[in-house]
């Protein structure tokens, strides 16, 4: 078993690396080192209390207010059993504090998937992400929204393997992850975009393109994404929902379009694996996967591989 988990160590941080891959090489430059936890994001306003949470058997009128995966919503019409995020009837209010997690994985469930995690990967830093990306894991049947929690928990058990891992742990390569054929370059130091977080989150241009999304500066302080659970999990779900990689679908859009937990893995790191590329990591990918839905006790469904 040792030996099993030292080369899946191995592999994960080789594939960690490959994932995110950029057109140009990098140059040589200075390295920054990280700066406190308190230091790394602007003062904002407390987010308010969360409204009670929503419940599909419950009818909602007009103004109507919910709490669903950490945000508040406000109903434009009369509804019931339609999801706050997926569909236009839900005024989204923003996020809020203090609320029930009806998130479709429990917490019993979170820690039976990763028994032996770091403790920096808490349950509830992955609820508290869910606010960035209101359709994940939130679109669908009830099946479609389990197969697509599970597919991206996968991925992160085998890119961090096991969640044992909060940074990459080959020091070696943290300079080549600076393209600085990007017009903003690496502000923060040659070595200062290493894989870190759920899926080794790397690049400076992932972190800029992230950043800008999420409304983080971690083009100048990548250091957040090991500092703040909550980040770490909002970085892997900007990628999960918003990249396609070498794929050609978005991974979000995979699992809830039917495409299947194989187009997850191309759009991963597809350029390596798929197609013959790695047969053995797409075979314990898919292990994986169908592990984690028996934990959650759903179908994998079909179309696994690649």
């Not at 140059?27 to 602007?42: E, F, I, K, Y």
């Not at 209010?93 to 997690?101: I, L, M, N, Q």
Request: with cysteine; net charge negative; glycine share 10%.
């Amino acid at each position: 078993m040792k030996r099993i988990k030292s080369l899946l160590i191995v592999l994960s941080s080789v594939l960690a690396t490959a994932a995110f891959l950029p057109i140009a090489s990098a140059t040589a430059s200075t390295s920054a080192s990280a700066p406190d936890a308190t230091s790394a994001s602007a003062v904002a306003d407390p987010a308010p209390e969360c409204a009670p949470v929503w419940s599909a058997s419950t009818a909602y009128t007009r103004g109507g207010t919910v709490s669903h995966h950490g945000r508040n919503w406000t109903a434009k019409w009369w509804t019931q059993n339609e999801n706050p995020g997926a569909t236009t009837v839900w005024a989204d209010g923003g996020a809020c504090t203090g609320g029930v997690s009806d998130f479709v994985i429990s917490e019993a469930q979170f820690d039976a998937i990763f028994p032996d995690r770091n403790p920096f990967y808490t349950y509830q830093g992955l609820i508290d992400a869910l606010h960035a990306y209101p359709r994940f894991a939130n679109t669908g049947t009830p099946t479609t929204r389990a197969q697509e929690a599970a597919a991206f928990l996968t991925h992160a058990d085998f890119e961090s393997v096991g969640l044992q891992y909060v940074k990459e742990i080959n020091e070696d390569n943290y300079w080549r992850k600076c393209d600085y054929s990007q017009p903003y370059g690496c502000p923060a130091g040659q070595k200062a975009y290493y894989g870190r977080g759920p899926i080794m989150f790397s690049w400076n241009f992932n972190y800029k393109a992230a950043g800008d999304a999420l409304g983080l500066d971690l083009l100048h302080n990548p250091w957040l994404v090991e500092q703040d659970p909550s980040v770490a999990w909002q970085t892997a779900l900007w990628y999960w929902n918003t990249q396609n990689g070498p794929g050609t679908m978005t991974s979000h859009e995979a699992m809830v379009g039917g495409a299947g937990f194989g187009e997850t893995i191309r759009s991963l790191n597809g350029a390596l694996e798929c197609d013959g590329g790695n047969p053995a990591s797409v075979a314990a990918r898919v292990a994986g996967y169908e592990r984690i839905t028996g934990i959650l006790g759903t179908a994998p469904g079909s179309r696994l591989g690649c």
